[in-house]
């Protein structure tokens, strides 16, 4: 079944990211904010992909000297609908 789930990332450009997820697997990504580019880009790379292995491969990736960045939100932001499903 075909899931909406709606993250709001902190310590960020971005301001919300839009899942469409189906049987673990990230069907779609909107984010709204940020470097609009990259955020297509990496919205394309993760299409078709396990929430896993996109957890695996973005977590802990910072932005300059913050502590977090885009991609390391969207790990997070995985996680927590893994952890609520």
Not at 48 to 64: A, K, P, S, T
Request: hydrophobic share 35%; aromatic share 4%; glycine share 10%.
């Amino acid at each position: 079944m075909r899931e909406q789930y709606t993250y709001k990332p902190t310590g960020v450009c971005s301001k919300e990211m839009i899942f469409e997820l189906e049987d673990g697997v990230i069907q779609d990504l909107q984010v709204i904010g940020g470097c609009n580019g990259n955020l297509k880009g990496i919205s394309a790379l993760v299409k078709g992909q396990m929430i896993q292995d996109v957890v695996n491969r973005l977590e802990g990736i910072q932005c300059g000297i913050k502590q977090t960045s885009c991609p390391d939100q969207i790990a997070k932001a995985l996680k927590s609908y893994m952890t609520s499903h």
